[in-house]
C-alpha cells in the first residue's frame, strides 16, 4: 500500500489523494508534522537523498516514488 506524507495546506497533496480515490489506488495519508520524530526525521531523509523538494511524498515499499509510476 503506497503512504503519502502530505503537509497542512498543501494543495498538491489534495490532487494526488484525488487521483489515487478516482483510480481506486489504496494509499494511507499522513501529515509530516503529525507523524513521530523518527518518522518525520525517516522521511525527510528519505525526501533529502532523492532531491524531492515538494510535498506530497509518495512511498512504496520505503521507497520515494513519483506519481507517474503508479498511474
Known sequence: MLKIIGTKNCSRCVTVKNILTTKKIEFEYFLLDELEAI??????????EN???QFPLIVKDEKLIDIKEIL
Open 39 to 48: 518518522d518525520q526525521e525517516k522521511y525527510t531523509k528519505l525526501a533529502e
Open 51 to 53: 532531491n524531492q523538494l
